[in-house]
């Protein structure tokens, strides 16, 4: 059996190249006569793979010198506790609800200090970004965070919020690498890899240095202690090797597609050949306000639970694969991550169409 396009929201699709060169070194990489999986995270050759993939990392996002770059483990949801642990100094801090993944980190956050909701779209099943021009963000907060792309709702913030000078914190997850960000205006980028760069088991957090402190909340285990990395260059304990040295081989591919600002426009070009079908079909409908739509997530309905059902299995027929959407959402959701080819979509459209075709009555 060939491959599928697979629009799943997560662990996703990666590009094929990486996964094909992945499977040459399986047995022998590079001469070193084992497998990734099983050298030493202190050895030579590991060491370079992991040096590469975090200078190939800061290339492709221009990430000042005042930044470190972690690999860590515990998925994005460890970081809900983790960014509380190490930045609420003054134990106060805005979260922007858009979402369950900021609605998790907002009530993780409450269990070490206030974290004060300053916004919110659950008025509307998160389906859209709330206005963030002049939010009541608290002076003594030690940061504001969002979540930038939501995986679930197909929302993305187009423009960053005015956090009025505080620290912007931003689960980037579902949006990593789709396209150019300017990191010098947050404080903490950081996302699970499984959407958008590599597999399951690695967290990549970029984190101003001077956020970095000994000074973190009493008890906080030396594991979820962001200093605990930094000083030892994310090899403190065994890291997730293996999958750093997969997203390190997506981040060499992302070079030679020709960087983020490539990807941004493959992403929109993508995107508009979907969202465009969605706003002519007479059968489809997008979930989102045109405004706030995502690149990489793309949610919409017939309005019919039972026809959103045959179409996922008869998609799945089709070999389009993992279409069904979030069970909060409904319906369907197509995910179209950086390694979604445009022939994928192209192939989801098509096949819209016939389906239409076939059940509009
Ligand atoms: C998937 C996802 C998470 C949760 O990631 P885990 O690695 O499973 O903890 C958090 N935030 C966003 C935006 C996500 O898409």
């Given amino acids: 059996m060939g491959r599928v396009y697979n629009f799943s929201a997560g662990p996703a699709v990666l590009p ?3 996964l094909k060169e992945a499977a ?13 999986m099983e050298m030493s995270h202190r050895s030579k050759v590991y060491d370079d793979i992991i040096k590469t993939a975090e200078k190939d990392l800061r290339d492709l996002m221009n990430i000042p010198d005042n930044y470190k770059v972690l690999f860590l483990q515990g998925g994005a949801s460890q970081q809900f506790a983790m960014i509380p642990m190490n930045l609420m100094k003054n134990k106060v801090a805005d979260y922007i609800i858009t979402g369950q993944w900021a609605k998790k980190a907002w009530k ?11 916004a919110s779209s659950e008025d509307k099943t998160f389906s859209y970004i709330p206005d963030c021009s002049d939010l009541p963000i608290d002076d003594n907060a030690d940061y504001v965070y969002i979540c930038e792309n939501n995986t679930i709702y197909g929302t993305k913030y187009k423009t960053l919020p005015n956090t009025k000078g505080k620290t912007l914190v931003a689960d980037v997850s579902s949006c990593f690498l789709s396209e150019p960000v300017d990191v010098s205006k947050y ?6 890899v499984q959407k958008n760069i ?5 967290v990549i957090v970029i984190i101003r240095e001077d956020l970095i402190t000994e000074d973190v909340l009493p008890g906080t285990p030396t594991m979820l202690t962001y200093k605990t990395h930094s000083d030892a260059d994310s090899l403190y304990n065994t890291p997730p090797a293996y999958g750093i040295y997969i997203c390190g081989k997506v981040f ?4 030679k597609m020709g960087g983020l600002e490539v990807m941004k426009q493959r992403n929109e070009e993508k995107a508009k050949i979907l969202y465009d079908f969605l706003d002519q079909s007479k059968l489809f409908k997008g979930t989102v306000v045109k405004e706030d739509r995502s690149l990489m997530n793309v949610p919409f309905v017939t309005g019919d639970a039972d026809l959103d059902a045959k179409f996922v299995k008869e998609a799945k027929e089709a070999g389009l694969e993992n279409l069904k959407g979030h069970r909060s959402v409904g319906g369907m959701r197509a995910s179209i991550y950086n390694a979604m080819p445009k022939e994928g979509v192209i192939a989801l459209v098509e096949f819209m169409k016939k389906f239409e075709a076939e059940n509009l009555k």
């Fill in 16 to 18: 094929e190249e990486v």
């Fill in 24 to 36: 040459d070194e399986m047995l022998d990489y590079q001469g070193s006569g084992m497998s990734v």
């Fill in 108 to 118: 993780e956050a409450s269990k070490y200090g206030q974290a004060n909701a300053i």
């Fill in 187 to 192: 404080g903490v980028i950081y996302g699970g």
């Fill in 198 to 202: 590599g597999p399951a088991g690695v």
């Fill in 252 to 255: 060499k591919w992302l070079k």
